[in-house]
């Protein structure tokens, strides 16, 4: 039962995280940045906003969002970021589809308790690769826009992508190291014995095919 709870904790752990992650690659408020000194800025109350797929300007008159659609022209912090939250996006569904299938409430054909354990370490290492992308992607990103322009803080977005591959960590961790209990040879509750005179010892008996058939004398 314990081992039941530390997956279902874990499971919970790593889908939240993968709807931060993809909240985090599909919203553009990663980082703020300002294109004057930070005086200026906040007396105009003006400040830029980067993300993987378009660059705001944000004012109290104006929203203005231009694509970011040169891929050969990008950065490659921007390059790398997007190619690392998408695949740490795309991971998602099958870890969280293995860690499903290895609950002992799931049952499959030809399933045992292996398989279900091996299922499980694959799940768990896949969220840990999530967590590795996100995380990874989202430290980059906001060194790369500090060298490029003046960063005056973080954006949502940043914090939900942080927020997302730290509970991916955490769940592919609990999945990944959890044991469970093997379950030792199947028992011979219904088996039948008979006693050698010669030995004087209980050897065991198959039981008959079928206990349905009534006896015939």
């Keep these: 039962m314990a081992h039941l709870c530390r997956q279902v904790s874990g499971s919970a752990a790593s ?48 929203y203005h969002c231009v694509a970011l659609s ?24 099958p870890s969280l589809l293995l860690v499903l299938m290895s609950m002992p409430c799931v049952r499959l054909q030809n399933d045992n308790a292996a398989i279900k354990q091996r299922r499980a370490r694959v ?19 906001p060194i790369g826009a500090h060298r490029e322009e003046r960063l005056m803080a973080f954006g949502f977005s940043l914090y939900a992508g942080w927020v997302g591959s730290g509970l991916c960590l955490l769940g592919g961790a609990v999945i990944l190291f959890c044991r469970g209990i093997d379950p ?30 009534s006896e015939r004398v």
């Design 15 to 62: 889908c939240a995280g993968w709807v931060g992650i993809i909240v985090a690659t599909a919203t553009n408020d990663w980082v703020r940045t300002c294109d004057y000194s930070v005086a200026t800025c906040v007396r105009m109350d003006e400040l830029g906003s980067r993300g993987l797929w378009a660059e705001c300007v944000i004012s109290p008159a104006l």
């Design 70 to 93: 040169q891929v050969l022209s990008l950065p490659a912090y921007i390059q790398t970021s997007r190619a690392l939250m998408i695949c740490s996006c795309l991971l998602g569904l």
């Design 123 to 141: 799940g768990g290492v896949l969220f840990l690769l999530m967590a590795l992308c996100g995380g990874v992607s989202t430290v980059w990103f």
């Design 184 to 213: 030792g040879p199947p028992s011979r509750g219904n088996s039948f014995y008979y006693y050698s005179r010669q030995g004087g010892t209980a050897t065991p008996l198959d039981p008959p095919a079928n206990h349905a058939k």
